[in-house]
């Protein structure tokens, strides 16, 4: 079973590989950066090398690892300007988790803005495109959205076309969101619900695609459209649909990594833990 958690790299990168033991990870997501600001700061020589040797010393499978992109971004921006600064920020983050040997690199699709999908589409194929350009071999992975008012790919079906678009296809993947797919009006609460969604992403999506799982309960009802994440079982998917869920992914030998809030109900130690024990 690979599983675990979104962890921080405060003090220095290599940290990350400390905080996913102590919460017994045997998967781990990590921001390479500050993830609210437009600025990266170089990583040293040295942090890499203190990065990929922890790593190497925990019992992690670097293919258990991922990196999620910083929040500015926005691929799908009518903004000549913005959507620079975003495909150079992806450009960037490709180049960075190529440097530390992390395989993934997960995205969100971005918001047209109100200009309409097809036009926001057509930007983030070309932003896509151009990032998976640099010579590496990090795989983008797209995650599937909330659905919020004018964001992109929140139905597979959508998704699916995107996807099929991005060439060299080796250089892309998927990453499916629990959270997200819920309140997009998938429903996971049961165990039939769950393999009838699935079923749904693999006409669409493939299953083949799937690099890495988010998975979170939601905090919304189904079809709300709000990205509100919640703890394991806690939520509105609930702990039937949150065991589903790892029972089959665990099968496909997928990397289950939670984005959990942490307050005063439960940790990401706790989460990780229950998720672990739903089978
Ligand atoms: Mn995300
Ligand atoms: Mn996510
Ligand atoms: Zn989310």
């Given at each position: 079973m690979l599983i675990g958690?979104?962890?921080?790299?405060?003090?220095?990168?290599?940290?990350?590989?400390?905080?996913a033991?102590?919460?017994k990870c045997s998967a781990f997501?990590?921001?390479?950066?500050?993830?609210?600001?437009?600025?990266?700061?170089?990583?040293?020589?040295?942090?890499?090398?203190?990065?990929?040797?922890?790593?190497?010393?925990s019992k992690i499978d670097?293919?258990s690892?991922?990196?999620?992109?910083?929040?500015?971004?926005?691929?799908?921006?009518?903004?000549?300007?913005?959507?620079?600064?975003?495909?150079?920020?992806?450009?960037?983050?490709?180049?960075?988790?190529?440097?530390?040997?992390?395989?993934?690199?997960?995205?969100?699709?971005?918001?047209?803005?109100?200009?309409?999908?097809?036009?926001?589409?057509?930007?983030?194929?070309?932003?896509?495109?151009?990032?998976?350009?640099?010579?590496?071999?990090?795989?983008?992975?797209?995650?599937?959205?909330?659905?919020?008012?004018?964001?992109?790919?929140?139905?597979?079906?959508?998704?699916?076309?995107?996807?099929?678009?991005?060439?060299?296809?080796?250089?892309?993947?998927?990453?499916?969101?629990?959270?997200?797919?819920?309140?997009?009006?998938?429903?996971?609460?049961?165990?039939?619900?769950?393999?009838?969604?699935?079923?749904?992403?693999?006409?669409?999506?493939?299953?083949?695609?799937?690099?890495?799982?988010?998975?979170?309960?939601?905090?919304?009802?189904?079809?709300?459209?709000?990205?509100?994440?919640?703890?394991?079982?806690?939520?509105?998917?609930?702990?039937?649909?949150?065991?589903?869920?790892?029972?089959?992914?665990?099968?496909?030998?997928?990397p289950i990594?939670?984005?959990?809030?942490?307050?005063?109900?439960?940790?990401?130690?706790?989460?990780v833990?229950?998720?672990k024990?739903?089978?």
């Open positions: 958690c979104h962890v921080s790299i405060s003090g220095s990168i290599d940290m990350a590989i400390d905080n033991v102590k919460r997501q990590i921001f390479t950066r500050n993830p609210r600001g437009w600025h990266a700061k170089e990583l040293m020589d040295q942090d890499i090398k203190n990065f990929k040797e922890k790593l190497k010393s670097r293919f690892t991922c990196a999620h992109m910083p929040y500015l971004p926005n691929l799908s921006s009518p903004k000549k300007d913005g959507f620079e600064k975003s495909v150079n920020s992806l450009i960037e983050e490709v180049e960075r988790c190529g440097k530390l040997g992390i395989p993934y690199l997960v995205t969100h699709l971005g918001s047209h803005l109100g200009t309409g999908e097809e036009a926001g589409i057509k930007r983030l194929v070309k932003g896509l495109t151009k990032a998976a350009k640099v010579k590496n071999d990090v795989m983008i992975l797209l995650e599937n959205t909330a659905g919020q008012k004018n964001s992109v790919g929140s139905k597979f079906a959508q998704l699916g076309e995107i996807f099929n678009e991005l060439k060299p296809s080796k250089r892309f993947g998927v990453c499916f969101d629990t959270c997200h797919a819920f309140v997009s009006g998938y429903d996971l609460r049961t165990e039939k619900n769950v393999k009838e969604t699935f079923k749904e992403f693999d006409k669409h999506v493939g299953m083949e695609h799937l690099k890495i799982l988010h998975l979170n309960d939601a905090k919304g009802e189904i079809g709300c459209n709000l990205d509100r994440h919640y703890h394991i079982g806690l939520g509105n998917i609930g702990e039937e649909g949150m065991a589903a869920v790892v029972k089959l992914i665990m099968k496909k030998n997928i990594v939670l984005e959990t809030p942490i307050d005063d109900t439960r940790d990401d130690f706790e989460n833990r229950i998720a024990g739903l089978v």
